[in-house]
């Protein structure tokens, strides 16, 4: 079995593979080729990379709407995480793995929330929507086009729960995939491993003025490819 050739075409790829079979005494021979084409889609990820966005504040966050596709290839592992402070601490959001559940949580600083879906399949896409209004304080999680979870944000305990001071996130600590060594501060409901898979690009649509600007960092993460 051997590669014959390659060929690139934008973000695909073409390849051609020879097959060839002989009998012991080399009487006859038999040459087959085979085409096949793969499309890349997003990101792979091996629990050590992460992608890193360059992000700008400017005040809090009154309606999110998060959509991206992954393919998740171990039961737990981190998708994204974005926080108040560069060291992972204030108002956060989050997308994870956890036994083979997806979660999505989210922190104002004195009011939080934790959805989460039943048990999804391994080695497959799916889709999923987190939709955040902050004026009636809730949370609604979808995948596969289905809603599975909704919730209304609950004070925290021992913080100022008179009103609901909306999610404030920093310039430049939105992560893909993992979270880099600097975050020492994060979560106690984050899980704290890289996520195994692959996960395309996310989509944001944000009413607040936090914009999610390109990516700047690039860690251990290759083109995710799946045959066509």
């Known amino acids: ?10 973000s695909d790829m073409i390849y051609t593979i020879q097959v060839s079979f002989s009998n012991l005494d080399g009487k006859f021979n038999i ?5 096949f084409k793969l499309l890349a889609i997003g990101w ?6 992460y992608v890193e966005y360059q992000t700008q504040f400017y005040r809090s966050i009154q309606r999110m709407v998060l959509k991206t596709s992954f393919l998740p290839q171990d039961n737990a592992g981190l998708l994204l995480f974005a926080s108040q402070y560069s060291n992972g601490s204030g108002s956060y959001i ?15 600083g004195n009011h939080e929330i934790l959805l989460r879906t039943s ?7 799916h889709t999923v929507k987190v939709t955040y209004l902050s004026s009636v304080n809730y949370v609604f999680l ?21 009103s609901n001071s909306g999610v404030k996130l920093s310039s430049g600590s939105l992560y893909i995939g993992n979270i880099p ?7 106690q409901v984050a899980v704290v491993k890289g996520f195994n898979g692959c996960i395309d690009t996310f989509d944001f649509d944000i009413v607040g ?14 083109k995710c490819f799946i045959p066509l």
């Open 209 to 222: 003025h936090y914009t999610v600007e390109g990516a700047t960092q690039f860690e251990n993460v290759e």
């Open 181 to 187: 060594n600097s975050l020492t501060d994060y979560p």
């Open 1 to 10: 079995l051997t590669t014959v050739d390659t060929i690139t075409l934008q």
């Open 31 to 35: 040459t087959s080729s085979i085409n």
């Open 94 to 108: 989050l997308l994870q793995m956890r036994e083979q559940s997806l979660e999505f949580g989210l922190s104002t």
């Open 44 to 49: 792979k990820f091996d629990e050590s990379g």
């Open 142 to 162: 979808e995948i596969d086009g289905n809603l599975v979870d909704l919730g209304l944000l609950e004070a925290i305990q021992g913080t100022q729960t008179h």
């Open 119 to 125: 048990i999804i399949d391994l080695n497959v896409w």
